[in-house]
């Protein structure tokens, strides 16, 4: 699996580096959180840390979590009641309290990712109205025409149409779209918005205003 490790603690981090790679994962280290909000999109699980040197962790998990499902177990050394009820509040998966004991992290790390693989991802065309959008032949129909999108169009359409029907954030789409949910890339994302409108017709993509945007009415 790979393990996204956010640790500032080079000595810390370097164990439990050995540790999982020795035990069949292939971690990727951070020591900042501005880099762990960059490299989720490469990982399967994440341990996080909360006292890092630029944000602290806990809002690098309300900003993780803002964007996506991917698990995190946190790892920290602040066992104090209340910081484990945030932590596990703001969407954490499980919690854990350095020092932390390797075959306890191992079986958590199997049980966390083994309870969000449950999820079931979407198969087939995605058919909303008159629009049927295939992700994985890439191919757009409205009132059976095909329709041209550019390389962005689409991508930002398959992120609306895995989860037809749903609202899904502009923090959302800007993350899967571009890699950077709080880059200030928000007005390319409205060009394309209505690129997309002019092409599959208004009805079929939903502004939900001062939120994001949705596919269907
Ligand atoms: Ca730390």
Redesign the pocket.
Known sequence: MRILLV???NGVADALSDSLTQHGHRPLRVDRGADALLAHHDSDLALL????PDIDGLEVLRKLRAVTPLPVIVLTARGDERSVVRGLRLGADDYLVKPVRLFELLARIDAVARRAGAGVPVSGPVVVGDLVIDLDARRVTVGGRAVDLTTKEFAVLAALAKRPGVAVSREQLMDEVWGDAYLAVSRSLDVHLTQLRAKLGRENLTTIRGFGYRLGD
């Open positions: 640790e500032d603690d840390d909360l006292g890092l």
